[in-house]
């Protein structure tokens, strides 16, 4: 398979598939290094393709109609688990965490997380690399992005994060 091949085969799985797929995972499928496809995957994007990366690998937004909302939060890290799960446990897919630098702008992180497995992995993720959430730069105060294919479950979300006293109003 040529490189022109093994791109395309990229984007139609990428597509196809609802879940990410790790740069380690493709280069496995493909036979090639994991460099490889990082920079298939830099080509992909400069070509126009939209490939977005997450902590658990790449994958291209679906076609699907979502609702969308930003939800202003604020909690201290031990929290994150917590509003990570009440996001899931609604019906809603985290998309991204946002926050507010005071030289940089938005700062964005790629999330992608729709279910409790996936809110667990990240956790696991945060805990073993020892890295700093983006909430940390703003003592606790971020926004995420989230989807659902329906309005009701991002009101509960909502509804819950604010008895829990995690939504930011």
Partial sequence: MNTDERRAKIIELLMCEKR???????????????????????????????IIATSRGY????????????IAVHHGEERTREELLT????????????VEHPLYGELR????????????????KVEKSNAALLSRLTRGVHLHTVESMNEDSIRKAIKVLQHKGILLE
Avoid: H
């Fill in 87 to 98: 996001f899931v446990e609604c019906g809603c897919k985290v998309i991204d965490v946002i």
């Fill in 109 to 124: 992180g790629m999330l992608m997380l729709q279910d409790s497995d996936d809110v667990e992995e990240f956790m696991k």
């Fill in 20 to 50: 990410p797929f790790s740069g380690s995972e493709l280069a496995g499928l493909f036979q090639v290094t994991r460099q490889i496809i990082v920079q298939d995957i830099a080509i992909l994007r400069a070509a126009g393709n939209d």
């Fill in 59 to 70: 994958m291209m937004p679906q076609s699907y109609k979502f609702c969308s909302k930003k």
